[in-house]
């Protein structure tokens, strides 16, 4: 019997259009409704996923920046595997030699040592580009691109915000131009202590070894007393497969999953596009309530 739902948020819980379906909105509510917990287990930082439960009118905890802080509810961090400062400036020192723009997730949300104009450049010339590619909206409207924009906190350099005690979750970055990204890990493959993973083949995020999407997980599960074989995890890219190839109760992968995600779920599911998630939900509603009543006939057997 499933008694926690874990799911990744772009390209699983979101469609391409940038929004959650209706549909897949009144499934989490009454998954929730049923008594099994639901979290979501994504790379975007807090600020930016907690808008989009609020714009679907859902509220439950999250696992944040790739496995790096988990939240409740309330918003209140708890299980923090931050990226030591030390390590955080070789990064960044690697970024700045390759002509990477560090896109970094801290407590403040999304983050940069740059000014405005090279973060708007950085979204022109590479991440837009590379959306298209991908056929992806990270934002539905340029409304939705200024309030990103205007969220974010400008630092003076990296020694500016490596002298602030602010935990350092996540350093991206993303490249249209895909041998950019190859090197990039190269690069980085050297430093210990890191977990890099990519989401498509154009970007590229890292986080501290500890801070993974499956880690996370099974740490979060042990807090509720809930076992991996009650556990349900579903997702569609690299991030993904540190929870997704745990031995859990059920791991799905949606239709426009990456090939390596599908390799290791145990179940297919149809896209983002086409609810799949829902369609999930659906079916761990009807499998638990096929259980309950096992459970129950098994009972009124053996004390008649």
């Known amino acids: 019997m499933i008694r926690l739902f874990a799911s990744d948020m772009d390209g699983t819980l979101i469609n391409n259009k940038g929004y959650i379906s209706d549909r897949t909105i009144n499934a989490v509510k009454k998954l929730q409704k049923s008594g099994v917990a639901f979290i979501i287990n994504t790379g975007r930082d ?46 960044l020192n690697i970024f700045e030699k390759h002509g990477a723009f560090a896109d970094i997730a801290t407590d403040y949300g999304k983050t940069s040592i740059t000014d405005k104009s090279s973060l708007l450049n950085y979204y022109k010339n590479e991440v837009f580009p590379s959306l298209e590619q991908e056929h992806k909206v990270y934002f539905p409207t340029w409304h939705d691109f200024a309030v990103m924009v205007s969220g974010v906190r400008f630092f003076e350099g990296k020694e500016s915000l490596l002298s602030c005690e602010t935990p350092i979750y996540k350093i991206c970055t993303t490249f249209f131009d895909q041998k950019k990204i190859k090197d990039l890990k190269e690069k980085i493959h050297g430093i210990d202590q890191l977990h890099a993973v990519s989401t498509s083949r154009y970007d590229l995020e890292i986080t501290h070894i500890n801070a993974q999407k499956g880690t996370a997980l099974l740490r979060y599960a042990q807090t509720k007393k809930i076992t991996p074989s009650q556990i349900l995890a579903v997702g569609d890219s690299g991030n993904d497969l540190s929870m997704l190839s745990l031995d859990l109760g059920i791991t799905a992968a949606m239709a426009n999953a990456s090939d390596p995600i599908k390799k290791v779920c145990s179940k297919m599911i149809p896209s983002n596009n086409h609810d799949g998630v829902a369609f999930l939900i659906e079916d761990v509603l009807d499998m638990n309530e096929i259980a309950m009543n096992a459970k129950y006939s098994f009972q009124i057997c053996v004390n008649p």
């Open 46 to 91: 807090y600020h930016s996923a907690k808008r989009e439960l609020d714009a679907a009118s859902l509220s439950c905890d999250m696992i944040c920046h790739s496995g790096a802080c988990t939240y409740d509810v309330y918003g209140n961090a708890f299980h923090i595997a931050s990226l030591p400062k030390s390590i955080a400036l070789k990064i």
